[in-house]
């Protein structure tokens, strides 16, 4: 009986799936001469012939281009900083050029002229400018709680399915546990504690760069997905022949989950990971929404709504537009993780 | 069905236990105490913060104070408001009414789209509408909703003004249309991301369904493709929905705290946000630990649905 996976690559034409039954005959010999592409090389064929996701995915980097080339938008492009205020701009229009008197800072009492391509805020800051720089921290803030939350997912979950029992019973208790909680609940929560407990708040470190706390926050709730899909493999892999033939050759638990488990679950972390960003981008957003994340005059995407809203009549641009940055981004990374998916999903049989 | 039953009730009760650890470890065991910022005032005398400590009975070793405070809490005293010093349990009594009205509307619009677009994309597999209803359902999970909820307001109350932007009913109104108009824009804003989830997973359990021998059988008997697809499909594809449905609980309440943070809602979620804001720690232990245990009874809702449901568990 075909099963639905190999239906569906029969389905969009794939090569592979077509041809294989005809070189079990011809010439194996020669097959076994010339090198097959490597794994990754089938997934990133698989992923090309899905035009959606190749879009999504040039939309993400345009996107990460964007955000993390800020310091060069701000000085090439917009020529302003996030934060240069000009009081005389304030709810600027999109496109509108404003020459204004400096007072303080290196230009102090020259007259600069500045053109706001997306308009300015309620301070006269320029959008553009801070939509780069909040993009670069809403992105920074995702990648490094997903860093944190696949760490701890991967080595709870590994533990868990690897050795079973009692360890597995109360690791995955420990899941439901944080599962159970709604989870803006709890983030606001723990940031109400760290943000006002004067042993953190008083070091240097946070009044720098306190928004570095902002993943470890997040990564609280956001690692027990990746514990239980890692759980679910490894208990499903630890049996396999190729496993126990290692044991037997005498290697340790360490070296058979590193060496010989870890590699066969790589394409379902990088899977889990993608589809975990648009989640983690909307968790940071929520959060500095409600200034419970990263805190003003540190522009995000989120918060840079957070006052906007005050002047939705008067200027409805500061409200659309972080709000769409989001939106584009999420839905990007979304298309794109889908199409990784069916690309590099282990099962799809080539 | 009794065993599976009890046992499964059984199960809550080391989920509860950790979950009041978990928020009880979060509030105490981080280092600092609220007598920590008096100590630091120069006119504050050690006795008056031993004095104080003893009063909010801070002396006392963690472990005690854990159980003293699981003691109140299973006698339903959640304690006083560290800002109002109003019993929080009468404050959330107030608030939770208004949570679950928003929650329900949410609710039964999530299910009034998402099964019969997710059952028609699934039948018209491919097709144009499938096609739109697959991209608009990852727009869906996509979209923040905070922003949707926004752009609504912009949209439907800013520009149109067609809709109230807040509250649950006008002063002086609360008739039956009056609390409809107020409800709407909430409760879609909270419905659209679950809306989105739950059509795609009714499509792709259809699907799963639809390829069964016992629908060709069906179909083979020469039955109407209605009753093909509602009695003999639907009817199993939607034993799944039951947990899902149980499983997206905690998103409503993190989605109600946003939301009716924005529409101004008077519920537990703009309960603990304005609590958070001013710190007031009873009371957000209060709410998060009322919606988890309410996530925690809605799951348990859900498998005992579920098994009574489905005669394979019935059985077993």
């Given amino acids: ?350 | 069905m009794g065993t599976f039953l009890i046992r499964r009730i059984l199960q809550c009760f080391p989920l509860l236990i950790g979950i009041t650890l978990f928020v009880f470890l979060l509030i105490n065991a981080v280092p600092g105490n609220p007598v920590g910022d008096l100590a630091l005032n120069p006119g504050t005398r050690p006795e008056d913060v031993a004095r104080i400590k003893a009063q909010l009975g801070l002396d006392q070793p963690l472990y005690k104070r854990y159980f003293i405070w699981v003691g109140n809490v299973l006698r339903g005293d959640l304690g006083k408001s560290m800002v109002s010093f109003r019993d929080v349990r009468t404050e959330i009594g107030n608030r939770l009414p208004n949570t679950i009205k928003l929650t329900v509307a949410a609710f039964v619009l999530s299910l009034l789209f998402s099964i019969p677009i997710g059952i028609y994309s699934a039948i018209k597999r491919n097709s144009i509408f499938d096609y739109v209803s697959t991209v608009t359902s990852v727009a869906g999970v996509s979209i923040p909703n905070f922003w949707l909820a926004l752009m609504l307001i912009l949209f439907f109350a800013v520009r149109l003004r067609w809709l109230p932007s807040g509250g649950t009913q006008d002063i002086g109104g609360g008739g039956l249309s009056d609390q409809l108009k107020h409800v709407i824009m909430p409760a879609f804003a909270l419905a659209f991301v679950q809306l989105a989830g739950w059509t795609r997973y009714i499509r792709g359990q259809m699907l799963e369904v639809i390829r069964q021998d016992y629908i060709r059988t069906a179909r083979a008997k020469g039955l109407r493709e209605g009753v093909v697809i509602f009695r003999h499909a639907f009817r199993n594809a939607l034993l799944p929905l039951v947990t899902l449905f149980g499983l997206s609980i905690p998103q409503f309440f993190s989605g109600a705290l946003i939301i009716e943070t924005i529409f101004s809602w008077p519920g537990i979620g703009r309960l603990t946000f304005d609590a958070a804001v001013s710190r007031d720690y009873t009371m957000i232990m209060g709410t998060v630990l009322l919606s988890s245990t309410m996530v925690v009874l809605g799951n348990l809702l859900a498998d005992v649905a579920y098994g009574l449901l489905d005669p394979r568990i019935k059985q077993g």
């Fill in chain 1, 1 to 350: 009986m075909v099963s639905g996976r190999d239906e569906r690559a029969v389905q969009r034409g794939d090569g592979a799936a077509i041809a294989q039954p005809t070189l079990a005959g011809a010439g194996r010999d020669k097959l076994a001469r010339t090198k097959s592409p490597s794994y990754a090389l089938r997934a990133w064929r698989r992923f090309k012939r899905n035009r959606l996701s190749l879009v999504s995915m040039v939309i993400f980097l345009i996107m990460i281009l964007f955000s993390y080339g800020a310091p060069l938008i701000s000085k090439y492009v917009t020529k302003t900083g996030f934060g240069d205020q000009n009081l005389q701009a304030t709810f600027a229009p999109a496109g509108k050029t404003i020459s204004a008197i400096q007072i303080g800072g290196p230009n102090s009492g020259k007259t600069v002229t500045t053109k706001y391509i997306l308009g300015a805020d309620e301070l006269g800051r320029d959008v553009l400018t801070r939509l780069a720089y909040g993009g670069r921290i809403s992105l920074t803030v995702s990648f490094l709680t997903l860093a944190i939350a696949l760490t701890v997912g991967l080595l709870i979950g590994a533990l868990a399915g690897y050795y079973g029992g009692w360890v597995d019973t109360i690791l995955m208790r420990l899941v439901d546990v944080f599962i159970s909680i709604p989870g803006l609940f709890v983030l606001i929560l723990v940031s109400t504690t760290i943000n006002n407990n004067k042993l953190i708040t008083g070091t240097s470190f946070y009044r720098t760069s306190g928004w570095l706390v902002l993943p470890f926050v997040i990564a609280i709730l956001s690692w027990t997905g990746i514990s239980r899909l890692i759980r679910g493999e490894f208990l499903s892999l630890k049996s396999r022949d190729y496993v126990e033939a290692a044991r037997v050759l005498g290697s340790t638990d360490g070296r058979i989950i590193v060496r010989h488990i870890l590699p066969n679950v790589v394409p379902i972390i990088i899977v889990w990971a993608t589809l975990a960003i648009p989640g983690l981008i909307l968790t940071e957003a929520a959060l500095s929404y409600l200034s419970f994340g990263v805190q003003i005059p540190t522009p995000s995407w989120g918060n840079m709504l957070t006052n906007s809203t005050q002047y939705f009549s008067r200027s409805p641009g500061l409200v659309v537009l972080p709000g769409a940055l989001i939106f584009i981004t999420t839905m990007a990374v979304n298309l794109m993780g889908n199409g990784l998916r069916d690309a590099l999903d282990p099962r799809l049989n080539d």
